[in-house]
T-cell receptor, first 109, second 112 residues
Framework: QKEVEQNSGPLSVPEGAIASLNCTYS??????FFWYRQYSGKSPELIMS????GDKEDGRFTAQLNKASQYVSLLIRDSQPSDSATYLC?????????FGKGTRLHILP | ETGVTQTPRHLVMGMTNKKSLKCEQH?????MYWYKQSAKKPLELMFV???????ENNSVPSRFSPECPNSSHLFLHLHTLQPEDSALYLC???????????FGPGTRLTVT
């Protein structure tokens, strides 16, 4: 059973600090990796895609991928209360994409 | 309209009713998906369509019936639902299977 694992949280981070969200996956052949943000009662919104080892930065967000260790992470710098949401990790190989159960992030004002 | 749209946004139906959920994508994508998300639970993939052909059905009860008449439209026909079917139903599309998915706003369904 191919799996994507995330700590369900909640992860509480002070406003202005760096929030670090982690995701591990079991299929070593996974090729594409995505982070989604989902506010309560809303639909998931794609915020980052990463396909090769290393870091990818977009504004306050940085995705990090380490295929050897089979983990992908999302860093949020200068965390804001508006970043409070559930963050979903998704991993795909060929024509299959699997979502993790998500990590609830709470930014403390 | 841009992105992925879903109608209706909210639906209340009795267990004997028949209703349909509609999804339309304006992104030129080839794959479309139905997901169910119950309160405080993870996404559950229901159906996958690629180039208008159903390629996945994750053991969904027959009271849910999908239809994909073309690559831009996806329907979910509902009949004789149960209260436990109350959930947020999400439609998504992607350029192809395995690519990043873009979600619609969802239909909040309540079965009474």
């Amino acid at each position: 059973q191919k799996e994507v694992e995330q700590n369900s949280g909640p992860l509480s981070v002070p406003e202005g600090a760096i929030a670090s969200l982690n995701c591990t996956y079991s299929d070593r052949g996974s090729q594409s990796f995505f982070w989604y943000r989902q506010y309560s009662g809303k639909s998931p919104e794609l915020i980052m895609s990463i396909y090769s080892n290393g870091d990818k930065e977009d504004g306050r967000f940085t995705a990090q991928l380490n295929k050897a260790s089979q983990y992908v992470s999302l860093l949020i710098r200068d965390s804001q209360p508006s970043d409070s949401a559930t963050y979903l990790c998704a991993v795909s190989r060929d024509d299959k994409i699997i979502f993790g159960k998500g990590t609830r992030l709470h930014i403390l004002p | 309209e841009t992105g992925v749209t879903q109608t209706p946004r909210h639906l209340v139906m009795g267990m004997t009713n028949k209703k349909s959920l509609k999804c339309e994508q304006h992104l030129g994508h080839n794959a479309m998906y139905w997901y169910k998300q119950s309160a405080k639970k993870p996404l559950e993939l229901m159906f996958v369509y690629s180039l208008e052909e159903r390629v996945e059905n994750n053991s969904v009860p027959s009271r849910f019936s999908p239809e994909c008449p073309n690559s831009s439209h996806l329907f979910l026909h509902l009949h004789t639902l149960q209260p436990e079917d109350s959930a947020l139903y999400l439609c998504a599309s992607s350029p192809g299977e395995g690519y990043e998915q873009y979600f619609g706003p969802g239909t909040r369904l309540t079965v009474t």
